[in-house]
C-alpha cells in the first residue's frame, strides 16, 4: 500500500517533523489542527468558539485537499483543556457535519501546543471509492444493464474485464455523470477535488 503526503496553504504547515494528512489507500488520516490561521500563523482569538470554528475550517481545508470532505470524516477526536467548553464544541460542530455523524471521542488534556484551548484530528474516508468502477451492484440479463455500484445508476453493459469502457457512468469520488466514463482516473469534468 502506497502513502501520499498531503499538503494545502489553505490550512497551517505542520509544526513539526509531521505532514498535515497522509492518504493510505482509501483512507485519510488528519494530523490534529489546532486554531493557527493559514496565513498569518497566529492564533484565533475570541475565545473558545473562536477557536472552534478555525480548528474545523482547518481540518476542511485539508480534507479537501486529500480529495474528500468532512462529510467523509468517520471518526473526529477533539481535545480540550475545559471539558466545560464541551457544549460549545457540541454546537459549533454542528455546522460543520450532518447527520449521520462520525464516531468522535472528546478528551481533556493538560497542554495544547501554542496554548491553545482546543484541538482537532480526524480520520477521512475516499468515498465512493476507486474499486466502485469494478463492482456493479446489479446486472439485468435482458436489457443489459449494469448498475454503478454506488451511485445506482445504470450503463449500458459494455463490461470488458474489470472497468466500464466508454459508458455513460457516474465519477469515482463526485457521482457526477459523465458521457465517456474514465476508466483509471475521474474524468477533466468532475470537481477540482477530484482530479489528479
Known sequence: MTRTAIFTDKAPRAIGPYSQAVRAGNTVYLSGQ??????SGEMASGGIEAEARQVFDNLKAVAEASGTGLAQ??????????????AKINEIMTGYFQEPYPARATLAVAALPRGAGSEGEAVSVVWPPLACRRLPTEACSRRRLRACAVSGRRSPNVWRGSVFRRSPTCCFICQRVTKTAPTSRPSARCAPACRP
Open 34 to 39: 489546532i486554531a493557527l490561521h493559514p496565513v
Open 73 to 86: 470524516v468517520v471518526k473526529l477526536n477533539i481535545y480540550l483543556l475545559d471539558l466545560g467548553d464541551f
